[in-house]
């Protein structure tokens, strides 16, 4: 038994060393990786004040299609969901999902922006359509951040979880091999004879 339980304590001793070693390797510091995502929340907080000058009903008169409403409600309600992602993000930087999702938010929010400032130049002012683009293209350095952020934030998991699985099956092997315990039985005394 002793064995075993030196054989789990070096495992979980190596898979945490490994663990601290990795997980700074190739991703920038936490404090770095907040201070691009407060920027770029920042940054789309900017779009706030621009679509709320938007009346894609009125646009409707002057022959627009209605999904141009839908499409500025759904803009504004991804706006707020990448705001959530990143906060999430930001108070646990080492999470791959929260990554993804701030990613995935931010294109979903910028592929909407795209379209609606189409809309906005024909059919409400193209100045008003050329700030909403441009705002989302200063949001640019931020989106290639993350983007990378994410690839090696999925590096650095994987990595980890290699070496974790072939520390298993080292230890696995190492189990394997040890000879099995022969439990002696002891033989009823004289004394406890029926």
């Known amino acids: 038994m ?22 700074s390797a190739g991703l920038p510091p936490e404090w770095e990786t907040r201070k691009q995502l407060t920027a770029m929340v920042s940054n789309a907080n900017r779009l706030d004040p621009i679509l709320a000058q938007l009346n894609p009903q009125a646009w409707q008169e002057a022959g627009a299609p209605a999904a141009y409403v839908q499409q500025l409600q759904s803009t504004r309600r991804a706006l707020q969901y990448l705001q959530v992602s990143a906060d999430r993000l ?13 990613y995935f938010r931010l294109q979903t929010m910028e592929q ?5 400032a189409t809309g906005v130049r024909r059919y409400q002012n193209p100045a008003i359509g050329d700030l909403l683009s441009g705002i989302a293209n200063e ?13 090696d934030l999925a590096a650095v998991r994987e990595a980890e979880f290699q070496i974790a699985d072939a520390e298993a099956q080292r230890c696995r092997g190492i189990l394997s091999k040890q000879p099995p315990v022969i439990q002696k039985r002891t033989l009823p005394s004289k004394q406890e004879k029926p």
Request: net charge positive; aromatic share 10%; hydrophobic share 45%.
């Open 112 to 116: 909407m922006l795209g379209s609606l």
């Open 90 to 102: 930001s108070k646990d930087p080492n999470r791959v999902t929260y990554a993804m999702d701030t």
């Open 139 to 151: 949001n640019a350095a931020n989106r290639e951040f993350l983007e990378q952020y994410l690839k």
């Open 2 to 23: 002793t064995g075993v339980v030196r054989l789990v304590l070096l495992f979980t001793l190596g898979v945490g060393l490994v663990w601290g070693q990795t997980s």
